[in-house]
């Protein structure tokens, strides 16, 4: 009786550990699934992955961007993909106030709205960060690009006052050599070789034009 007893009294000790355990096992295989949900969200026709983009560095993001500019959605359009992660949106925008890589009236900006692209709205009114791929201009991904209401403009443009594009990506922009700007302190020249131009100090640009390595504008 006292052998039955002690099976019995360590039987339902032993279940209750053996439960607890259980409960534990179960309550981290929920918190994982539903972390694992919060980064990932499946795709739908009008979804995109749930995953966030870190708040970005609005004066490296200009440095680093190709083309930056104000600018109102004219008209938009989506290209055809048989990719299902690929929803690409070209909008076409009057520029209202360039600040870098534009010399244009109008751009058109391709985005992919499937994949951390943004969805350019008609008629609204954005400040853009963009770069070039060949010679179409593709939105930043995870850019500070957004409506002007949320912009901060005045920063953009104390900005752009001490920032010029590189030679050869204002020649991607359409233009010419000759019209090419040199920040300050530097001097435009045109390489012997191919004529391209590039922006060198003045002493480095006396020697090589004396090398007969480039000629002055």
Request: proline share 4%.
């Amino acid at each position: 009786m006292v052998k039955l007893e002690f099976h019995q009294s360590f039987y339902e000790k032993y279940s209750h550990i053996h439960n607890r355990m259980k409960s534990k096992r179960i309550g981290i295989l929920v918190l994982i699934f539903f972390g694992f949900s919060i980064f990932v969200v499946p795709l739908t026709q009008n979804s995109a992955y749930g995953l966030s983009c870190a708040a970005p560095n609005v004066t490296q993001s200009f440095e680093e961007s190709d083309v930056v500019f104000v600018g109102e959605v004219v008209s938009k359009e989506y290209l055809e993909s048989s990719d299902e992660l690929t929803l690409i949106a070209e909008s076409l925008f009057f520029i209202k106030e360039p600040f870098k890589g534009v010399f244009q009236d109008h751009v058109k900006v391709s985005s992919n709205e499937k994949f951390w692209g943004i969805n350019f709205t008609q008629g609204e009114e954005y400040l853009v960060f963009a770069d070039y791929s060949g010679s179409e201009i593709q939105s930043q991904l995870c850019g500070p690009t957004n409506l002007i209401e949320f912009s901060n403009i005045d920063l953009i443009r104390n900005i752009s006052e001490n920032n010029i594009l590189p030679p050869l990506k204002q020649i991607s922009a359409g233009i010419i050599p000759e019209n090419v700007t040199c920040n300050d302190n530097y001097e435009l020249i045109f390489k012997s070789v191919d004529n391209s131009p590039a922006c060198v100090q003045p002493l480095t640009a006396q020697k090589l034009i004396e090398r007969g390595w480039a000629k002055s504008e």
